[in-house]
């Protein structure tokens, strides 16, 4: 019965230090507000400001994995002016350990945590394009 309750404890301290190690959790949600007081909200102007900066992704297996941001692709379905925004962050990240598709949390200093759903891409070497379709109301 000891044995079980001390893995479990490992367990938990070993998947909070690796958030730790990795950066997460440096910034409260207040302090992601912006010069309007805004908190930060996705749209394509806003996932556009993140082009090129580093993630961090909670991946439940292997713990903290960089991510990138490399492009935001307009979308084709909706044009500009519809009713439904809808766009597609495309982000970069090693080929191993495989990023299979599934909702994940992603972290980075100018946007907080937020939750998103990721579908694997094209493998170009050692790495993978991983994309997060949006489809917002407004």
């Known amino acids: 019965?000891?044995?079980?309750?001390?893995s479990r404890r490992t367990l938990l301290k070993a998947g909070g230090g690796s958030l730790l190690a990795a950066g997460l959790g440096l910034r409260t949600?207040?302090?992601l507000a912006d010069e309007t007081g805004n908190r930060f909200g996705w749209s394509r102007a806003a996932a556009e400001r993140l082009v090129g900066q580093v993630f961090w992704l909670n991946?439940?297996?292997?713990?903290a994995l960089q991510i990138k941001l490399e492009r935001v692709q307009a979308s084709k379905l909706a044009p500009d002016g519809a009713a439904a925004k809808q766009f597609t962050l495309v982000f970069s990240a090693a080929a191993q350990p495989a990023i299979q598709a599934g909702?994940?949390?992603i972290e980075n200093e100018a946007m907080g945590r937020q939750l998103v759903f990721l579908q694997p891409g094209a493998?170009?070497?050692?790495?993978i394009t991983l994309r997060a379709d949006?489809?917002?109301h407004v």
């Open 123 to 127: 493998r170009q070497g050692a790495l």
């Open 103 to 105: 909702s994940y949390e």
């Open 1 to 6: 019965m000891n044995d079980r309750v001390t």
């Open 29 to 31: 949600p207040a302090a």
């Open 59 to 63: 991946h439940p297996e292997h713990r």
């Open 134 to 136: 949006f489809n917002l």
